[in-house]
């Protein structure tokens, strides 16, 4: 608030001393309106233009809270891609062990035709898993095709993949 400032009263009319009272009141009112403004909107500066340093600062460090804000945001959609990804990948490796076991288990020469057929099977299907898992989606989006994300990312031709 304004200091109150001395009143001459030597040579001064009564309308000049009117005057400069009535105007210091409008300045402390006016002090006091902005006051109550700060109180009630938990705010220093309403207007940038009240005071531009502090306005630059606080704008500088609004942007930086949303940008951190926007970084919080890419790390939990990141997170649940990769989780995701991890999935898939356990899953193709679960497969790959499965069909190296069987087939060191035929690798004997003494299997039947009827244990290879089977194991040959056994290898087919994995192959028709690990193709499904190879073009799963998650979000609506193809986890294995790149950038491309849109596109389904293999398919099975004839005799290859």
């Known amino acids: 608030m304004t200091s109150v400032y001395p009143i001459p009263t030597g040579r001064t009319s009564g309308l000049l001393t009117q005057s400069r009272l009535v105007e210091q009141l409008q300045a402390d009112q006016l002090d006091l309106l902005r006051y109550q403004n700060q109180v009630s909107t938990g705010r220093r500066v309403i207007l ?91 979000r609506d989006r193809y986890l294995f095709s790149g950038s491309e994300t849109q596109q389904i990312p293999f398919e099975r031709g004839e005799g290859f993949i």
Do not use: C
């Open 48 to 138: 940038p233009s009240e005071d531009a340093s502090a306005s630059i600062r606080g704008m500088g460090l609004q942007s930086l809270l949303e940008q951190k804000e926007q970084v919080s945001t890419n790390l939990t959609t990141s997170r649940s891609y990769l989780s995701a990804t991890e999935s898939a990948i356990s899953g193709v490796g679960d497969l790959l062990h499965t069909v190296r076991g069987a087939a060191v288990s035929v690798s004997d020469t003494t299997k039947s035709d009827l244990e290879i057929q089977t194991v040959s099977e056994t290898i087919k299907r994995a192959i028709d898993q690990i193709l499904n898992i190879s073009n799963t989606q998650f």
